[in-house]
């Protein structure tokens, strides 16, 4: 589960997040392959 939201602050300049695994549920995508925990990402 992704969650994303961005937000313009005026003419030129955005803020934009993100979360990946927002829940941080295990599961494979394919056998014996892991997938990555929680991840959090942001910027200007």
Do not use: C, W
């Amino acid at each position: 589960m992704y969650l994303r939201a961005s937000h313009q602050i005026d003419g030129t300049l955005k803020v934009y997040g993100r979360v990946e695994n927002a829940l941080d549920k295990d599961y494979q995508t394919i056998l014996s392959y892991g997938t990555p925990g929680r991840g959090a990402f942001f910027g200007l």
